[in-house]
T-cell receptor, first 111, second 116 residues
Framework: TQLLEQSPQFLSIQEGENLTVYCNSSSVFSSLQWYRQEPGEGPVLLVTVVTGGEVKKLKRLTFQFGDARKDSSLHITAAQPGDTGLYLC???????????FGAGTQVVVTP | GAVVSQHPSRVICKSGTSVKIECRSLDFQATTMFWYRQFPKQSLMLMAT?????????EQGVEKDKFLINHASLTLSTLTVTSAHPEDSSFYIC????????????FGPGTRLTVT
């Protein structure tokens, strides 16, 4: 079983601050996905990264896939209260869609 | 596109009864669906992989006779929790792989099961 370690587990910041969430593994993934989940709802796909070294931007969110495709990061610039949620990274190791999830990072952005 | 629905969203049942949860892909065909359970403040735990027209593949430690999965069509998979007990109370979430060739998973809104 390949482990995806996500850090930090919990992050509380003020509106306007920046934050970074990390997702690390000793295994190589064919792709890695980031999701955001709000209480009582299913996860919503934010982005999929596939190529080593790839950087994708989604408004104030920047996603990076490590060169070796073993790690990834999510950076949020000028966080807003609407960014509050559980952020999950998930790696696809066998290219057949079965995902290995990280433990999640609970982000709280206060006004 | 890529919308997945679940029904019911919440269900309360008595101990010993069975509960069926439906997962539907609304605007695409899904040959593969996944079932997860999630405990409060924790990540998703994969229970099984559901393939249309074949038997589900269960993860280690998941009782296949307790959690019955049927993937009868390309848009519907069901999870039946048989003889439910309070420890089965959890948030059950399904996902489906889209038909765009990228293996991205799209998740349903989840079903909150409470067994009394």
């Amino acid at each position: 079983t390949q482990l995806l370690e996500q850090s930090p587990q919990f992050l509380s910041i003020q509106e306007g601050e920046n934050l970074t969430v990390y997702c690390n593994s000793s295994s190589v993934f064919s792709s890695l996905q980031w999701y955001r989940q709000e209480p009582g709802e299913g996860p919503v796909l934010l982005v999929t990264v596939v190529t080593g070294g790839e950087v994708k931007k989604l408004k104030r969110l920047t996603f990076q896939f490590g060169d070796a495709r073993k790690d990834s990061s999510l950076h949020i610039t000028a966080a807003q209260p609407g960014d509050t949620g559980l952020y999950l990274c998930a790696g696809d190791s066998d290219s057949w869609g079965k995902l290995q999830f990280g433990a999640g990072t609970q982000v709280v952005v206060t006004p | 596109g890529a919308v997945v629905s679940q029904h019911p969203s919440r269900v309360i049942c008595k101990s010993g009864t069975s509960v069926k949860i439906e997962c539907r892909s609304l605007d695409f065909q899904a040959t593969t669906m996944f079932w997860y359970r999630q405990f409060p403040k924790q990540s998703l735990m994969l229970m099984a992989t559901s393939n249309e027209g074949s038997k589900a593949t269960y993860e280690q430690g998941v009782e296949k006779d307790k959690f019955l999965i049927n993937h009868a069509s390309l848009t519907l998979s069901t999870l039946t929790v048989t003889s439910a007990h309070p420890e089965d109370s959890s948030f059950y979430i399904c996902s489906a792989i889209g038909d765009r060739g990228t293996y991205e998973q799209y998740f349903g809104p989840g079903t909150r099961l409470t067994v009394t």
